[in-house]
């Protein structure tokens, strides 16, 4: 039997989840796409507490017909809502996916707008 594309992405997300945890000092950033959206939370896994969430169905960002341009916003958008919250160190969660793309553009978005990981 065949994986599907959804399968073989959990099956290299749990493989992620093993070795990355988010802490208060370092919390987790996770990036989970769908083909319309991009959303971005940053979790605090020793509570299992959401600190700050951003995606591109906030009202703060503007809508293009660029995705990537999206996801590079929606980056900036969580950087600065972490940086509100006193967090400026993370740790990056790709969610199974591949570091490429939207999710790369949304990692590039947040380090440019001054989180480290």
């Keep these: 039997m065949a994986l599907t594309k959804e399968k073989r992405r959990l099956r290299i997300r749990r493989r992620i989840r093993k070795t990355i945890s988010g802490s208060?000092?370092?919390?987790?950033l996770s990036v989970f796409r769908s083909n319309k959206e991009i959303y971005a939370?940053?979790?605090?896994?020793?509570s299992g507490k959401t600190i700050v969430a951003a995606s591109s169905r906030d009202k703060e960002i503007e809508k293009n017909d660029n995705k990537s341009n999206t996801a590079v916003a929606v980056g900036k958008l969580i950087a600065e809502k972490a940086l509100k919250a006193g967090i400026s160190t993370i740790t990056f969660d790709r969610g199974g996916y591949l570091y490429h793309g939207r999710v790369?553009?949304?990692?590039?978005?947040?380090?440019?707008?001054?989180?480290?990981?």
Excluded: M, N, S
């Design 104 to 117: 790369k553009f949304l990692a590039e978005g947040a380090r440019e707008a001054g989180l480290k990981f």
């Design 24 to 28: 208060e000092v370092a919390p987790r």
């Design 41 to 46: 939370q940053l979790i605090d896994d020793l």
